[in-house]
């Protein structure tokens, strides 16, 4: 069984649209997250939450919107999607606490935005 | 704030050589260090981490890494390297819920 699973995998889109990508861990932890990476690779943190609440934010535009259901789940959401979203999105989880920062990754979602 | 640097955006090595990827960072508070490793269109998987205690802390696949406080660097290793390390390494230095990563560097093994 994944233990971080993201879908899509892929996603091919045209500006403007609105998209989501949902992301479930089967981990049992309390803290999920989303990544950003760049063509450059650079991994960036766009939000973190803990509990199904947002304690991480950072700078990230209104046009992205997580929702956490419940604990094990966290989605992304894009309004108006731009050619600078395209990038991987990565999803995490984490148990604080517990091997203190480790994260556990999903297999990332490829945004493609034409 | 805390930031990591990578020093290599790239290290090119021949199959069974040693190889040493840098990394420092700062942070005002006391840290947590992890390296991770992402195989080609996949996610990140830990290789190893330092919390606290012993500094040469060894990882999966034959890899270590030694925390230097005073040179503020935690730099991996691998004394022989196969073909399938080939991959993208990544630094990160973490305080309580958050991870900031370095840019990375790619080891590229060549036979």
């Known amino acids: 069984d994944t233990a971080v699973s993201q879908t899509p995998k892929y996603l091919v889109t045209q500006m403007g649209n609105d998209k989501s990508i949902k992301c479930e861990q089967n981990?049992?932890?309390?803290?999920m997250y989303w990544y950003k990476q760049d063509s450059k690779k650079f991994l960036k943190i766009m939000f973190s939450y803990n509990n199904k609440e947002l304690i991480i934010n950072e700078t990230v535009p209104n046009r992205f919107s997580p929702k956490s259901p419940d604990k094990a789940h966290l989605n992304l959401h894009i309004n108006s999607l731009e050619l600078g979203d395209s990038a991987v999105y990565f999803c995490a989880s984490s148990q604080v606490g517990a091997n203190t920062g480790e994260l556990f990754f999903g297999e990332g979602s490829r945004l493609t935005v034409l | 704030a805390q930031s990591v640097t990578q020093l290599d955006s790239q290290v090119p090595v021949f199959e069974e050589a040693p190889v040493e990827l840098r990394c420092n960072y700062s942070s005002s508070v006391s840290v947590y260090l992890f390296w991770y490793v992402q195989y080609p269109n996949q996610g990140l998987q830990l290789l190893l981490k330092y919390l606290s205690g012993s500094t040469l802390v060894k990882g999966i696949n034959g890899f270590e890494a030694e925390f230097n406080k005073s040179q503020t660097s935690f730099h991996l290793r691998k004394p022989s390297v196969h073909i399938s390390d080939t991959a993208e390494y990544f630094c990160?230095?973490?305080?309580?819920?958050?991870?900031?990563f370095g840019t990375g560097t790619r080891l590229l093994v060549s036979p």
């Open positions: 990160a230095v973490g305080s309580f819920q958050k991870l900031v």
């Open positions: 981990l049992g932890h309390d803290t």
